[in-house]
């Protein structure tokens, strides 16, 4: 890999996806920011003399800069397939948030755009990047562990009390846990168990009136092998499950253990997406991102049972489990967080090499979020069909 090339990166939308991602972007000595596009020029302005950048307040103007070599698509869900759609027109490598998109066709169409471009499509950041997941994997290939029987995943989070905006309340408009969170732990449990879902069964809670969405499901999936996998997720805020983490946040920070948590509240939507905006890359209420943690970032409880042993991924490697002994894979600590993401887009973008989290990949653990809300409603199993494995046969 040759590390002297540098990928010339656009930003579409400096928002919060861009701020939780801005340590990596900024770190990362394989990339350079060279553009961004955002209707705030408060964020413009920062951006500008952050990086000594172009900014454009037109997503399809930074599309058109042809300093640009991929755009990273940072925006609402509900914009991902109309972006995407301007960044393979113009020829540019795409790196988006998941998910993909709100739809089956609309990825379809994406994946397709791409294609025509004969560019590249990569979908992320997932918690499936991360290095403790990826090191589980080649555990479970190194073939000493035998094969995946059983996966189990379990989060508990307070995600639906964090500042919204309307539409992140609104589950025809992306939001809510089944477009915003359940597609880390689908892409883990996909990655940890070969990709390919068979069918779902699942039921979902909407609990509280005031956040009319989604913000819990558990979720049974059925592998073609024959293995399976059990997802829990709870948003309510009442059990924090980083306690099982030795607490060790998502984003790889220590953290004090839990105490009395009391929701914000606010006098109506809009003062709360008013509060949210400011605390974004440019806002009155912007904080810079603190030192990189430490640690590494992860989804929760993650175990895998294989024929021959367990293996639970952790904030600094893979606790194994066998032949009654547990042990400590242990990773050396993170310098940059999310590199994995770099990684895959610089072996893509400078290597030719296919990656692994393609539009196909992030098409497929869509439709596992679909189905869990689609399972949820019906009351039956839903078998899948758009379903790819890791070796992309």
């Known amino acids: 890999m040759n590390e002297e090339r540098k990928i010339r990166l656009g930003i ?21 920011l060279v553009a961004a596009a955002d209707p705030r020029h408060e964020a413009r302005d920062l951006f500008a003399k952050d990086f000594g950048a172009k900014t454009y307040a037109d997503i399809e103007a930074l599309c058109a800069d042809p300093n640009v070599e991929v755009v990273y ?54 918690h499936s990047f991360d290095a403790p997941i990826l090191r589980a994997r080649q ?30 309340l609104d589950t025809a408009q992306g939001g809510g846990a089944l477009f915003s969170q359940a597609p880390h732990q689908v892409d883990i449990v996909r990655l ?9 069964r699942a039921q979902t809670g909407a609990w509280d009136p005031t956040r009319p969405t989604e913000g819990a499901f558990t979720a049974l999936l059925t592998f073609e092998d024959g293995a399976f996998a059990s997802l829990t997720y709870d948003g309510y805020g009442h059990f924090d499950s980083d306690e099982f983490q030795g607490w060790v946040g998502e984003m790889g920070q220590t953290k004090a253990p839990q105490t009395e948590r009391k929701p914000q509240h606010f006098d109506d939507a809009a003062a709360e997406a008013a509060f949210k905006n400011a605390r974004n890359y440019g806002g009155s209420r912007y904080q810079p991102p603190a030192a990189p943690p430490r640690h590494y970032q992860h989804f929760g ?17 893979v606790m194994v489990y066998q032949h009654g002994a547990a042990r400590l894979e242990e990773l050396p600590p993170p ?3 999310r590199s994995e993401v770099i990684d895959e887009l610089y072996a893509a973008v400078v290597d030719g090499h296919a990656p692994l989290h393609d539009g196909a990949w992030a098409m497929a653990t869509l439709e596992v979020c679909l189905a869990i809300l689609r399972s949820a409603r019906a009351g ?8 790819t494995g890791l070796s992309k046969d």
Do not use: W
Not at 99 to 126: Q, W
Not at 192 to 200: I, T, Y
Not at 301 to 317: I, Q, T
Not at 380 to 387: N, R
């Open 301 to 317: 409880l993650v175990l895998v049972s294989c024929e021959r042993g367990d293996l639970r991924p952790v904030p600094n490697g």
């Open 12 to 32: 579409a939308g400096l928002g919060r996806a861009f701020t939780v991602m801005l340590p990596t972007l900024a770190n990362d000595r394989r990339v350079q």
């Open 73 to 126: 698509v940072a925006t609402p869900h509900q914009y991902h397939a109309a972006h995407v759609a301007l960044a393979a027109k113009h020829g540019k490598h795409i790196l988006i948030e998941k998910p993909i998109a709100l739809t089956l066709s609309e990825s379809t169409e994406m994946i397709e755009a791409a294609r025509a471009a004969k560019v590249h499509l990569i979908v992320g950041h997932s």
């Open 192 to 200: 940890l168990g070969g990709g390919r879902v068979k069918a779902v």
């Open 380 to 387: 039956t199993d839903v078998p899948l069909s758009h379903q």
């Open 335 to 337: 310098t940059v967080p």
């Open 139 to 168: 555990l479970i290939d190194s073939g000493d562990f035998g094969k995946v029987r059983m996966i189990t995943a379990l989060n508990y989070t307070d995600f639906l009390y964090r500042p919204r905006r309307p539409e992140e």
